[in-house]
């Protein structure tokens, strides 16, 4: 066989390669679509549970002047700056005023304090973040909610997020770029 045909051939796939290489265009990048991550807005901090029953007499009766000197001597410093998911692990009955009286003096110390679960705090965490976000950049534009992440966002953040975009977004997508999920077109 001739080598001077097989450099030829050679050469033109080269050629052939660099142009088709040259036309390849990524089109999300050129896109006007964002891609909003519910996890970009996820706040630093550590998430504790602080359980009631534990100044509960064998877990269940609130005797009130024991449970005030309880919580006055209880040394609140490590729910600094935590977000705290404030409970009772046992089905005792509790006075309203007990749970108001423990975040009163967990307040001074905590970023949060959430009467409930840790799932229910990470709820009420991105309630609020998603209640202060700016909706100006969204404005008539497609926007794709990225659906992975590492963090827990709670499912409700999720719709949440949709009910506050939907009103500006031209469009609504999920998941990622490649392949999203359709929710929703002006």
Not at 51 to 62: A, H, K
Not at 84 to 109: K, R
Not at 162 to 176: D, R, T, V
Request: charged share 25%.
């Amino acid at each position: 066989m001739d080598t001077r045909f097989d450099e030829r051939r050679s050469e033109i796939g080269i050629r052939i390669s660099l142009n088709m290489a040259e036309e390849i265009v990524n089109r999300v990048a050129k896109s006007p679509l964002i891609t909003f991550d519910l996890e970009d807005l996820y706040p630093a901090g550590e998430r504790l549970q602080l359980d009631m029953s534990q100044w509960l007499e064998q877990g269940f009766i609130l005797r009130e002047k024991e449970f005030r000197l309880t919580l006055k001597d209880f040394d609140f410093t490590p729910y600094k700056n935590a977000y705290v998911a404030l409970n009772c692990s046992t089905e005792a009955l509790l006075p309203a005023w007990a749970s108001l009286l423990v975040t009163a003096h967990i307040q001074p110390f905590a970023k949060k304090v959430v009467l409930g679960s840790l799932f229910d705090l990470e709820q009420h965490i991105f309630e609020e973040i998603i209640a202060k976000l700016d909706t100006v950049p969204f404005e008539n534009k497609p926007v794709i909610i990225k659906g992975c992440s590492e963090k827990d966002i709670p499912a409700a953040a999720f719709v949440s997020l949709i009910q506050k975009l939907q009103p500006h977004a031209k469009s609504l997508f999920y998941g990622e770029a490649c392949s999203s999920v359709p929710l929703y077109k002006k």
